[in-house]
């Protein structure tokens, strides 16, 4: 069991995380893949996730700012990443976020008898 302490500098980080406007816009176009992005040769858009290209084409930011973004979302378990062919491809990590708003919930949220 993790002490209170170690609880609330995961949860730190998991905030800073999503602190970010880009970081965010990526967690929500994964939740629609298919809304969002064009179809792809190498993988299924909901089954192996979205290129890291095409994610960055559409942030319109370089390739190193798109690898740092995807990089924090995958460390703190909010995205997985799969390689295939050589490219890597992103998906939300569904029960990771559900587990996110649980934890957030019940530090902040009063319970109400």
């Given at each position: ?56 084409e ?12 995807l ?5 703190a378990?909010l995205?997985?990443?799969?390689r ?8 939300r ?16 949220l009063?319970?109400?008898?």
């Open positions: 069991m993790l002490n209170s302490e170690t609880k609330n500098r995961e949860q730190v980080r998991l905030l800073k995380t999503l602190a970010s406007e880009t970081r965010l816009t990526i967690l929500e176009w994964l939740k629609d893949p298919v809304a969002h992005f064009p179809p792809q040769i190498d993988g299924d858009l909901v089954q192996d996730g979205v290129c890291a290209d095409f994610i960055r559409k942030l319109s930011i370089s390739a190193a700012t798109a690898s740092r973004h990089t924090l979302l995958t460390d378990g995205l997985s990443a799969t295939k062919k050589g490219w890597t491809f992103y998906r990590n569904e029960q990771a976020l559900e587990n996110c708003l649980q934890q957030l919930q019940s530090h902040l009063k319970e109400i008898p």
